[in-house]
């Protein structure tokens, strides 16, 4: 569904409104509704989750509907509907899988699992976004039938769970510290996915290439994370990250460097929703408000960063290094 949705938003963004609008408006009105909004959505779910009335599995399924739904709405009307279509469905999915990978005692690698396709559905919806809109529409309403029914499925086989309204944890010690940590790491990856290009990265074989080399990454840190720690797992890769930035120009150093250095996502989604119990919404949705300010600041900036990558990759690993050790002591 994750791959579906966000192929639907980059098909219309890149293609439909592209034409209807000015293009750097749209991206920019379209990014602040798909991910800013996130955060005050995610703060609402957990509010009705906490009130305890009905299972807790059920209002994250309900904003994941939503979000099929108006994300659909929005590929033929505006980038503010589809933002926000995009927005209920990632923090449905988002408290989703939070929730499973709590439940199932993955440790993380759930939520490596959901972030990753995201990337791939960006890639292909932008790469068909001239296509006719009716196919990829009718092909796209579905696939997501399919997929939604498979979900409302095994939703059916689970026992009804109940939750309480959370208690606040930021007077714990350590708390804020590692929620800024964890923040500030968000902002800097967003701002280095969006400043650094590669010189080779041209044509479709190779954009594909470099897409999946990232998707694959962030799936690779939540199951590294389970396995070796979130500690040693942040300061291989984004150590290694930062020497590979420095050859990015390089083939295989540029897709090494993209695989490390998204390795982190699902770390800091985890760490923060350890940090965070009870309240799945808000530490997803301030992750996502992180990206959006990362965009923001490279997308209206004039001025270009020399290394970015290289020094992003460093200073993440000292605050994703420091977050987890906050946790830890916790």
């Known amino acids: 569904m994750h791959c579906m949705i966000d192929f639907l938003c980059a098909f219309a963004v890149f293609g439909t409104f592209r034409y209807r609008y000015d293009p750097f408006r749209v991206y920019l009105y379209y990014s602040f509704f798909a991910f800013a909004v996130q955060m ?32 659909l709405l929005g590929t033929v009307t505006n980038p503010v509907i589809l933002g926000i279509g995009n927005a209920l469905f990632h923090t449905g999915g988002g408290v989703t899988s939070i929730q499973e990978d709590d439940r199932t005692g993955l440790r993380g690698r759930g939520l490596g699992v959901f972030v990753a396709p995201g990337a791939i559905g960006l890639f292909l919806g932008g790469q068909i976004s001239n296509a006719g809109k009716g196919i990829v529409l009718g092909g796209s309403i579905l696939v997501l039938a ?18 309480s309204m959370p208690e606040l944890v930021f007077e714990r010690k350590g708390v804020i510290p590692a929620v800024l940590a964890c923040f500030a790491v968000v902002v800097i990856r967003s701002a280095v996915g969006t400043a650094v290009s590669f010189s080779w990265k041209n044509g479709f074989a190779l954009g594909f290439l470099a897409t999946v080399m990232l998707a694959v990454g962030k799936s690779a840190g939540g199951f590294a994370g389970a396995r070796f720690g979130i ?3 942040a300061l291989v ?9 420095c050859f990015k120009d390089i083939l295989p150093f540029g897709l090494a460097a993209l695989f490390l ?11 923060l929703a350890k940090r965070m119990p ?40 000292g605050l994703l290094a420091y977050a987890a050790g906050e946790s830890d002591a916790g």
């Open 40 to 71: 005050p959505l995610g703060i609402l779910l957990d509010r009705i989750i906490g009130e305890g009335r009905i299972s807790r599995d059920l209002p994250p399924f309900w904003f994941t509907t939503a979000g099929i739904l108006v994300t």
């Open 146 to 163: 399919a997929l939604w029914i498979t979900l409302y499925r095994a939703m059916q086989g689970s026992e009804p769970e109940y939750a």
């Open 231 to 233: 500690r040693r797992t």
């Open 237 to 245: 890769s984004l150590l290694g990250a930062a020497v590979c930035y």
């Open 261 to 271: 250095f998204n390795m982190s996502m699902p770390l800091t989604l985890y760490l």
């Open 278 to 317: 009870g309240m799945p919404g808000l530490a997803f949705g301030l992750l996502t408000f992180a990206l959006y300010l990362g965009f923001v600041l490279i997308y209206t900036s004039p001025v270009s960063v020399p290394l970015i990558g290289p020094i992003g990759s460093l200073v993440s690993a």
